[in-house]
């Protein structure tokens, strides 16, 4: 049974195109809850033939969504955020982006907002994601993260 929790998704990566695929093929949040910032008009049709929402406005798709992961690399990080960090509060934001640790992801977001970094490896033939969690992070929020990359592979966690 998928979760029903609405999931944004900005930014992309060959990891983040893996990561939905799991999560659509595993079936851990329908379609019509996957929430995807896209400009491209191309890519927007992909995404909506796999039965996703996409938007080219990185706030709509925040807006709607209680987790929202981002991909992309380090030196594009502070352009990614400054189009949605005010509207964090309360919400789950996962970070796929490589050299961003939680504490610096936290001093420039809005208060309450919980983070998750996220660090990927291959490992004897498998993919493990390594989750490190923010100082009070939500416990019931925890099964839906985890659940997210588990459809890629296996996961270790570590808690602030």
Do not use: W
Not at 87 to 107: A, F, H, K, N
């Amino acid at each position: 049974m998928p979760h029903s929790i609405g999931l944004g998704m900005i930014g992309k990566s060959e990891l983040s195109d893996r990561l939905l695929e799991g999560i659509l093929r595993n079936n851990v949040v329908s379609g019509k809850h996957i929430h995807i910032a896209e400009k491209d008009a191309k890519m927007r049709d992909h995404y909506l033939g796999l039965g996703v929402d996409c938007t080219p406005d990185v706030s709509a798709s925040m807006l709607r969504s209680e987790i929202m992961i981002l991909s992309g690399v380090k030196k594009e990080f502070s352009t990614m955020l400054s189009s949605f960090c005010g509207t964090t509060r309360g919400r789950v934001l996962v970070s796929m982006i490589p050299g961003r640790s939680c504490e610096y992801i936290q001093e420039r977001v809005a208060k309450a907002t919980h983070v998750v970094c996220v660090e990927s490896r291959e490992e004897d033939g498998r993919h493990v994601s390594h989750l490190t969690y923010s100082s009070r992070f939500p416990n019931h929020m925890k099964s839906a993260v985890e659940d997210i990359f588990r459809s890629i592979g296996d996961i270790e966690t570590e808690q602030l």
